[in-house]
């Protein structure tokens, strides 16, 4: 005979909304109980595990130490059988879109505005999260698709296309432009990740590392707290091209030199290779990729990473 390994999950519940709100009473209208079906439940345990949940002092109800542990444990696996009860409850017109938050501030908001009125038969729902590295897991993560920065391997069973590359390019205010194009090691730089990578790549491919030391400057965690900075006045920082194309029509950052770098990376759009709803993320993709950022610059020299 298989010996069961686990209590009746309803006498779980019912002990964890007892042990978190302190009265069966309350437990019972949670879970549209009576007062002494929980009762019974949690008693079920008790005989189950063989030791006492609960302390009862006339009307005070009090939890055991054991027994706070038990329903702290509950409670967090609880909440992961009803996160993924979210992911496995979908509505076919509704996708679900993971993406950085610069690339949705200074992009895909309007972009996805603009979807709207095109397509009205289903919603784009987006996440804008910041991510040091982006990745996506479509497993464990409540997301359909998503756009991230990075050089088109994404992990198994997924499949990708590329929107837009990623150019470097140094912004700063209007007024601190002229300073500088004359010596850009004297003034203040600004680091839109820790890493300070971006500023390393643009300095090597277009000449000028030896005369700027990347070791100053103020440090942020993504290119729009950087971009605001720079906006501000505070300092040159170092910008992804397309991004920054709104900033600059509207004069708020100008461009102190005329050199973009590629970074090596672009903004994919990702999603499972077994999604049931590959036809409404190509029908996103296929409207993206038309209302892609100003990425066409007469002015400007490209150049690749040495």
Known sequence: MKTQTLPPVYALRAFESAARTGSFTLAAEELSLTQSAVSKHVKTLEAYFGRKLFVRQGPKLTVTAQGQIFAAGLRRGFRQIEEACTLFRTRDDVLRLKAP???????????????????????????????????????????????????GRFGEQTHNVKLFDEWLVPICSRALAPAARANLGACELIHPSPDRRDWRRWLKASGHDANVDITRGQVF???????????????????????????IAARQLVLPFKTAVASGDAYYLIRPEDSDKAAQVEMLQAFLQSHLPRLRWPDIEFKALR
């Open 221 to 247: 965690d993504m290119l729009e707290q950087g971009m605001a900075a720079a906006a501000a006045g505070h300092g040159v920082s170092i910008g992804d091209l397309a991004l920054s194309a709104g900033a």
């Open 101 to 151: 938050s610069t690339l949705t501030m200074r992009w895909l908001l309007d972009a996805l505005a603009a979807f709207r009125k095109t397509q009205p038969a289903f919603e784009v729902q987006i996440a804008s999260v910041w991510m040091d590295v982006d990745t996506v897991d479509f497993v464990s993560e409540p997301y359909d698709c998503a756009i991230l920065l990075g050089g």
